[in-house]
């Protein structure tokens, strides 16, 4: 094709590209136009993991499970409850390897977007124990609450904590907090 022929042809397909492109449907878009913020408010259920290591100890897992429910008012200020029940390990003990535990507390917090920073306080339960072989969970945690030697004691707790809203349905977040009573429980 000589240069010229090609310079006319892709002319002529330049000038009728829009008139056939018209022509074409369209399809409509995916994008959301107004993304929606989280929703922080509501009942919900999750889990936790605890990792207690020192230098020189072998590192001992621990977990929880947990339900609560905030309400957000509309000045952004978060205010929930929460009930908590599972394990927390101790590496400096050499008769005990953690304690079970179950607990309520009270969260205040401030919702910014996707993140809401909060202070905790709460009232539980916990007894020291020498937690067998396997992972540990919910049912073994209030059964060993409940049950078997070794004496139960009231604890208190208070803390601080970050939730990020993944999705408006999936939030992570990050919590530490001391829980003192009954012998000096430190967490």
Request: net charge negative; aromatic share 10%.
């Amino acid at each position: 094709m000589s240069p010229m022929r090609f310079a006319l042809v892709a002319l002529f397909a330049a000038i009728a590209a829009p008139a056939l492109a018209a022509d074409l449907p369209t399809l409509p878009s995916t994008a959301d136009s107004q993304p929606t913020e989280p929703d922080w408010k509501g009942f919900y259920i999750g889990s936790g993991v605890s990792l207690s290591s020192i230098r020189g100890a072998k590192g001992q897992v621990g977990g929880d499970i947990f339900a609560g429910y905030d309400h957000v008012y509309s000045n952004g200020v978060v205010l929930g409850v929460q009930f908590d029940t599972g394990y927390d390990p101790w590496v400096l003990s050499k008769n005990m390897k953690g304690f079970d535990f179950a607990t309520t507390s009270v969260r205040l917090g401030y919702e910014m977007g996707r993140f809401t920073p909060y202070v905790t306080t709460g009232v539980g339960l916990a007894k020291a124990t020498n937690f067998g072989a396997g992972l540990p969970n919910a049912s073994n945690s209030v059964n060993g609450l409940f049950s078997g030697p070794g004496a139960v004691q009231a604890v208190g707790q208070v803390g601080v904590g970050l939730d990020y809203a993944v999705t408006n349905n999936v939030h992570v977040g990050v919590e530490a907090f001391v829980v003192n009573g009954g012998g000096g429980l430190a967490h």
